[in-house]
T-cell receptor, first 115, second 112 residues
Framework: NAGVTQTPKFRILKIGQSMTLQCTQD?????MYWYRQDPGMGLKLIYY???????DKGEVPNGYNVSRSTTEDFPLRLELAAPSQTSVYFC??????????????FGSGTRLTVV | GNSVTQMEGPVTLSEEAFLTINCTYT??????LFWYVQYPGEGLQLLLK?????DKGSNKGFEATYRKETTSFHLEKGSVQVSDSAVYFC???????????FGKGTLLTVNP
């Protein structure tokens, strides 16, 4: 059981380049999320999705885009990379909330550096 | 809106010491409360949870009690080990909400 898989694990981008962070889950979870983690700042929600074809902004969506064409996949797109986007990015998923809810299952993260 | 406040780190302890990491929250209604742990180089993992007032969550020797009167969910462990070195995050989810609000995290280092 793979859970939530993120690729790549590490990436260095030059300012102005674009890239897609991949996220796939095999648990048939309805909800998926993208967070960024900056030192001493905790986790900030970038975008989330409640199901295929439905996405919405979180706290810090500027500079990012997402799509959810299937239940399994939730890629995060950076169009014009900026140094402020240097961070560790986590994808997470959760099942539909009914009764007991164990919160999220997280991927292992993508460490992105923009130079 | 919802918010979570954790004690500032880093926290450095010797092996077998007692651990407390404070967490207080602000939320409307009756949130569910969580502690997540992040080991070096890994993603976050659920450590324990509590879904209603006076519930005690426990796992791997860690405990936390949902205190509605003080809006707190402090994490405790009686005797820490070097392998407990990690970042600990307190989080809440309000009512039927499917989003978590996280604290800033507390880095714990346990020395042998």
């Amino acid at each position: 059981n793979a859970g939530v898989t993120q690729t790549p694990k590490f990436r260095i981008l030059k300012i102005g380049q674009s890239m897609t962070l991949q996220c796939t889950q095999d648990m048939n979870h309805n909800y998926m999320y993208w967070y960024r983690q900056d030192p001493g700042m905790g986790l900030k929600l970038i975008y989330y999705s409640v199901g295929a074809g439905i996405t919405d902004k979180g706290e810090v969506p500027n500079g990012y885009n997402v799509s959810r064409s299937t239940t399994e996949d939730f890629p995060l797109r950076l169009e014009l990379a900026a140094p402020s986007q240097t961070s560790v990015y986590f994808c997470a998923s959760s099942p539909y909330r009914q009764g007991e809810w164990d919160g999220y299952t997280f991927g292992s993260g993508t460490r992105l550096t923009v130079v | 809106g919802n918010s979570v406040t954790q004690m500032e780190g880093p926290v450095t302890l010797s092996e077998e010491a007692f651990l407390t990491i404070n967490c207080t929250y602000t939320a409307t209604g009756y949130p569910s409360l969580f502690w997540y742990v992040q080991y070096p180089g890994e993603g976050l993992q659920l450590l324990l949870k509590a879904t209603k007032a006076d519930d005690k969550g426990s796992n791997k020797g860690f405990e936390a009690t949902y205190r509605k009167e003080t809006t707190s969910f402090h994490l405790e462990k009686g005797s820490v080990q070097v392998s407990d070195s990690a970042v600990y995050f307190c989080a809440l989810s309000g009512g039927s909400n499917y989003k978590l609000t996280f604290g800033k995290g507390t880095l714990l280092t346990v020395n042998p």
